[in-house]
């Protein structure tokens, strides 16, 4: 399984920005899907998490103002990213749960700042 994230990019404080993340090279559908992040000097943390079934869970952080959903027939999961602010500056990384192993891809870069 193969996972790429992409969608970051620079923001101004306030603003929004959507990450994708597609699962690729398994004929089979993946289980829980999760967005993380790495801040400088940090440790990575889950920011927010999805089943396959659409239940949600959140890093208190972002609570209200990030939301993650999946397109189950594409194997992708998005994280919906609003009022963002210059704390939110991190690495995202996402993460896939297939066949008890878990997957990680690539990470994009989110930097708010004016």
């Known amino acids: 399984v193969q996972l790429h994230a992409s969608g970051g990019g620079l923001v101004q404080p306030g603003g929004s920005l959507r990450l994708s993340c597609a699962a690729s090279?398994?004929?089979?559908?993946?289980?829980?899907m999760g967005w993380n992040r790495q801040a400088p000097g940090k440790q990575r943390e889950l920011v927010a998490g999805?089943?396959?079934?659409?239940?949600?869970n959140y890093a208190d952080s972002v609570k209200g103002r990030f939301t993650i959903s999946r397109d189950n027939a594409k194997n992708t999961v998005y994280l919906q990213m609003n009022s963002l602010k210059p704390e939110d500056t991190a690495v995202y990384s996402c993460n896939a749960w297939y066949n008890n192993r878990n997957y990680w891809g690539g990470g994009t870069l989110v930097t708010v700042s004016s």
């Open positions: 090279g398994s004929a089979f559908s993946v289980g829980f």
């Open positions: 999805i089943t396959r079934g659409g239940s949600t």
